[in-house]
Each structure stands twice: as structure tokens, then as C-alpha cells.
T-cell receptor, first 117, second 112 residues
């Protein structure tokens, strides 16, 4: 079956712009979580969605937001981009939500590489 | 705040060597510890550990969890160049906390 698909794979933006990233989970998976990966900070949790509800958000400013659609596809948006937002943004899906006690394996997408100039 | 620390941050070994990667954690309410391998972009799942002292094995890779001392190790025997990757450790807290906390990873380089 198809894996987790993230688009776009690469993008370049300038400071002050906004960006929207998309994630299509594995068919049947209803939990989608987002992570920011940078060389200095590693992989940091952004937020998780399950059944169109944001259940938790990591320690990121309000410029980072997201949503999930009824087909479980998810988008994340970053407004007023800063240089420090340059990172690899990874999306992961799982059958069960995080913290359910039965989360099991997370399946990651290839990521969206964002460069802010 | 939940915390996951991996060591070493990087490691260079020769093919055939055995390596041990470490992961220690502090979490308010522990549910599971997960290991991932990241070669290029997408991390791929290796193991999920929930119980102390029970070793999980997959080929040349094995992992064990010590819930009393709050750490886990990942062993790779007879390393191959294909094992070169960043190995990530993550902790899933218990019910009521809906996020994973990752360590910064150990970059393993296996040279012929």
C-alpha cells in the first residue's frame, strides 16, 4: 500500500512569507503528527491530529498551525517565516493516536525541506 | 519537561564491529520507547519497547529497556556499510500526553 506522502518535497521562501505543507497518511490511518527536524535541535514535535482534532501542540509559536481533513489528510502552515524556520518538516501517520497505549509504529513521509532566505 | 538524551552523538566504526547506542530518558509517565533508523529523510521503525528486561531482536539488531534506570540500548553486531544512518530514540508518555519526544540521534558511520 502507498506510504505517507508529503508535498512539496523542497521549497524556498523568503522571510515574512507563509508556507503550507501537505501530508497524506497511509490509507486507514487517522493519526497524523508533524515534526520539525534541524541539525541543532533534532526532531521536535509540532502537533498531532486525530479525527480532525488537534490533540496536542509542541512548544512552537502561534505562527505554526495545522489542520486535518475528513479524509485524514493534513496540512500545516507557517506564517511570517523566519530564517530559523528552515528545516526538514516530517509528517508521520499511525493507526491509533499517540498516547492511546496502542500507538505502535509511526510511518514517516520523506519530508518537506523548507529553506527560508 | 520530557527529555531524551542519546549518546554518543556520532560514531565511526569499521565493518564487522559491534556497536552499542545509548538512550536515556526522563518522562513524567512512561508508555513506550521507540527506536528509528534515518538514512536519508524518512525515519523507519526498528523497535518498540514497553517492558523492562525483554530483548527485542531483528537480525543483527537488538534492543533492551531498563525502566528502573530509565535507559535503553540498541546493539548492532557485525556492522555493515548499510547500517550507516542516524539512529533516533523516542519516548511516548502515558495517557493524557499526546506527543513523542525524540533524542537528537546518534550518527553511525560504518567504513569498509
Amino acid at each position: 500500500k502507498a506510504g505517507v506522502t508529503q508535498t512539496p518535497r523542497y521549497l524556498i521562501k523568503t522571510r515574512g512569507q507563509q508556507v503550507t505543507l501537505s501530508c497524506s497518511p497511509i490509507s486507514g490511518h487517522r493519526s497524523v503528527s508533524w515534526y520539525q527536524q534541524t541539525p541543532g535541535q533534532g526532531l521536535q514535535f509540532l502537533f498531532e491530529y486525530f479525527s480532525e482534532t488537534q490533540r496536542n501542540k509542541g512548544n512552537f509559536p502561534g505562527r505554526f498551525s495545522g489542520r486535518q481533513f475528513s479524509n485524514s489528510r493534513s496540512e500545516m502552515n507557517v506564517s511570517t517565516l523566519e530564517l530559523g524556520d528552515s528545516a526538514l518538516y516530517l509528517c508521520a501517520s499511525s493507526l491509533n493516536p499517540l498516547g492511546s497505549g496502542n500507538t505502535g509504529e509511526l510511518f514517516f513521509g520523506e519530508g518537506s525541506r523548507l529553506t527560508v532566505l | 519537561e520530557d527529555k531524551v538524551v542519546q549518546s554518543p552523538l556520532s560514531l565511526v566504526v569499521h565493518e564487522g564491529d559491534t556497536v552499542t547506542l545509548n538512550c536515556s530518558y526522563e518522562v513524567t509517565n512512561f508508555r513506550s520507547l521507540l527506536w528509528y533508523k534515518q538514512e536519508k529523510k524518512a525515519p523507519t521503525f526498528l523497535f518498540m519497547l514497553t517492558s523492562s528486561g525483554i530483548e527485542k531482536k531483528s537480525g543483527r539488531l537488538s534492543s533492551i529497556l531498563d525502566k528502573k534506570e530509565l535507559f535503553s540500548i540498541l546493539n548492532i553486531t557485525a556492522t555493515q556499510t548499510g547500517d550507516s544512518a542516524v539512529y533516533l530514540c523516542a519516548v511516548e508518555p502515558g495517557a493524557g500526553s499526546y506527543q513523542l519526544t525524540f533524542g537528537k540521534g546518534t550518527k553511525l558511520s560504518v567504513i569498509p
